[in-house]
């Protein structure tokens, strides 16, 4: 009797922490709220100032004969896309945002401009409004593997992997001449973009890209 008591509280304990069945729809853990000071700056980061998320676009670090530096940091308000550029003194504190990056498929442009994605774990349509991916839409081709930066529910952000490999669609052809080094030329990409790249890249060429910066790296390796 005591041993069949026993076995039946096993089995309820494993019961009550074994995992939902929703639990593999569940977004990934949010980036929780970090303290840093100007010291810990960095471009990329998301900052919460006023209840709203900011990304660091620059920042530049002045140092003075008397006193501690002072560093001017740029930001772009990723709700509202609006910039805001202020000046602080060595050791001030921010806070990071709490962010949700979530893994998601592009899948296409609607005739007002909006992206829609696919969420690469429910399997659920995302909407992304055309403002919100006015930096990065001209990098995304249709199938790409994104991130989707959610904040308080809402996308502020989509994250285009970077470094990401591209076909050259246009260029002008390599004669003899613009081919020596030192010679660049623009070149049209399978995303709609346009980089400079050097005079020996031809059309249907795969090339490597860093989008966060919009500049050519080299030629894809096979």
């Not at 041993?3 to 039946?8: E, T, V």
């Not at 010291?39 to 140092?63: A, C, H, R, W």
């Amino acid at each position: 009797m005591v041993r069949s008591l026993l076995l039946a509280g096993l089995l309820a304990t494993s019961t009550a922490f074994a995992p939902t069945a929703n639990h593999a729809l569940t977004r990934s853990s949010p980036l929780s709220m970090v303290a840093i000071d100007t010291s810990d700056i960095k471009n990329g980061q998301t900052i919460e100032l006023d209840g709203e998320p900011y990304k660091v676009v620059s920042f530049s670090i002045m140092k003075q004969a008397r006193g501690a530096a002072k560093t001017t940091i740029k930001f772009k308000n990723l709700k509202r896309g609006t910039t805001l550029e202020n000046t602080y003194r060595s050791g001030e504190k921010f806070e990071t945002a709490q962010i949700d990056k979530q893994p998601s498929q592009y899948t296409y442009e609607d005739e007002a401009g909006n992206y829609f994605f696919m969420d690469s774990q429910t399997f659920e349509e995302v909407m992304v409004e055309s403002k919100t991916i006015e930096d990065q839409k001209k990098w995304i081709l249709e199938g790409m593997e994104v991130d989707l930066i959610y904040f308080k529910g809402n996308v502020i952000e989509v994250r285009v992997p970077s470094p990401y490999v591209y076909e050259v669609v246009e260029t002008e052809p390599s004669v003899k001449g613009n081919t020596a080094q030192g010679h660049t030329k623009p070149a049209v990409l399978n995303c709609g973009a346009s980089v400079t790249v050097p005079g020996f890249v031809k059309q249907g060429a795969m090339v490597k890209v860093d989008s966060d910066k919009g500049e050519y790296m080299e030629i894809a390796k096979d």
